[in-house]
């Protein structure tokens, strides 16, 4: 019992040395890790595409499955499978639809050796603004601008002043 004791009382006083431990660990290798992003620039509306990236993968057996709003998704394209160094694979499913503010999606990737599941989340950030905001800023730019050319048209009529002979 004073054993063990002991042993806790040590690994309490290394407890505050954690910090040295570097930030970003790394999964083991051949557990999957699965990232979830759109092909092109998000617009609300307009089609795009999710891709589901795999990595740290070995044995390059798995199985992607999409969800949209915890419901089963179909018409996902086959899933692709590359290898990289190291013996380890990687992976990509992607998945077409038309985004809306209030989605999320998830892939869901088992590894089918050891039943391991690694799950990605989408929702939506970082839209791109409105095409109607940018015309409204031109029409209003372009207006000044017409307006800045009347203006001064007139006060240069208004305070010309006659040329004299004298």
């Not at 990232?35 to 589901?52: A, I, Q, R, S």
């Amino acid at each position: 019992m004073d054993h063990e004791l002991s042993q806790g009382a040590a690994l309490l006083r290394l407890l505050p040395l954690l910090w040295l431990l570097p930030q970003s660990w790394t999964a083991p290798e051949g557990l999957p890790i699965a990232e979830v992003f759109t092909l092109k620039p998000l617009e609300f509306g307009k089609p795009n595409t999710l891709v589901c990236f795999v990595s740290n993968l070995f044995p390059p057996t798995l199985t992607v499955n999409w969800q949209h709003d915890s419901a089963p998704v179909e018409g996902a394209r086959p899933t692709f499978v590359s290898a990289v160094d190291g013996l380890t694979f990687q992976a990509f499913s992607y998945l077409n639809f038309t985004p809306a503010p209030s989605d999320l999606f998830s892939c869901i990737v088992t590894h089918e050796i050891d039943s391991y599941t690694a799950i990605a989340f989408w929702v939506p950030q970082n839209v791109l603004p409105s095409d109607l905001l940018e015309n409204v800023l031109c029409g209003v730019a372009f207006g000044l601008g017409v307006l800045g050319i009347v203006v001064g048209s007139v006060l240069i009529i208004y305070f010309r002043k006659p040329c004299s002979g004298d």
